[in-house]
């Protein structure tokens, strides 16, 4: 196959190229190297790409106008995945312009460019913060979203219902899929694990907000990536009629799109993750409690069960074994200290 992978440069982004290319796939990885993060940790990732045959670097921002619409009809790629947005729930809250542009603006953009030039299958990534205030857990795709708690997941839900109306105006065949809390080596650094494990090392307080008492659904990267790469091969298909639909499946019933979870399945206490890198590390944290930040919610939990009915796959790698992963990855390209 030939691939899109937008955001190619990114944590999840680059894994999947990994993946792909691993399995002899052409990969056309664009990415804009914002400064939202350090662009080095994004240099190195793509260098670490374009070093393998199949790759095909592309620079440049998805709300351009024309930029995804050339780059369709140059390459007309057989997959597409739509990882580039701007993330972060916290960042929504000072800089919402920047969410408007990126995932708004540019994913409008690149869905006109399949509407132009229609892969076989469009996957889009959306947010287990797309649940905001649903208390019932697991989540599950079937659920209302219907009360984001950030802007970040207001646009991600705003993306889901783009490509809804794509999908049964054209036919375009839709997967988005709900990230839950991805960690794993080459992450970022504004997530938990790079911060917790940074301050660890250097012996300084880590913040712990809501007093620990806050559960996560942690997703270990090697696992979504598998995940996403299987159901690259399960596009959906307009139902014949509504009862065609499984019991449990988020398939619409006027349109080839469907909403997929993938997670661990299960709920992890923050402070067991916390201490699942004090033991990677073998130093102990010295923890700040401190209260819930806005935008925050205190748990997910993904139930994985539609993930398992379309692939056969359940992301299986344990919290222990993943952070022990993820930290050797931290030590060797930092150059933190062994213990």
Known sequence: MRVLVTGAAGFIGYHLAALLLDEGHEVVGLDSHNDYYDPALKAAREARLTSRPGY????GKLEQPGLLAELFARHRPQAVVHLAAQAGVRHSIDKPRAYVEANLQGSFELLEAARAHPPAHLLMASTSSVYGANTAMPYRETDKV???????AATKKANE?????????????????????????????????????SAILRGEPIKVFNH???????????????????????????????EA?????????????????IGNGESVP?????????DAAGVSAV??????????????WADTTLLRRLTGYAPRTS???????????FRDYYGAPAE
């Open 161 to 197: 219902a783009m490509a809804h109306s794509y999908a049964h105006l054209y036919g375009l065949p839709v997967t988005v899929f709900r990230f839950f809390t991805v960690y794993g080596p080459w992450g970022r650094p504004d997530m938990a694990p790079y911060l917790f494990t």
């Open 270 to 278: 923050l402070l067991d993750f916390i201490a699942a890198i004090e």
């Open 212 to 242: 620990g008492d806050m559960r996560r659904d942690f997703t270990y990267v090697g696992d979504l990536v598998r995940a996403i790469r299987l159901l690259i091969d399960v596009p959906p298909v307009r139902p014949d009629s509504a």
């Open 319 to 329: 919290v222990r074994d993943g952070l022990r992963a993820y930290v050797a990855w």
């Open 56 to 59: 095909h670097p592309i620079r």
């Open 287 to 300: 923890k700040q409690m401190l209260p819930m930040q806005p935008g925050d919610v205190p748990a997910t």
């Open 146 to 152: 219907d009360t984001q708690m950030s802007f970040y």
């Open 245 to 261: 639909i499984q019991p449990g499946d988020s398939l619409s019933p006027v349109a080839p799109w469907r909403a997929v979870n």
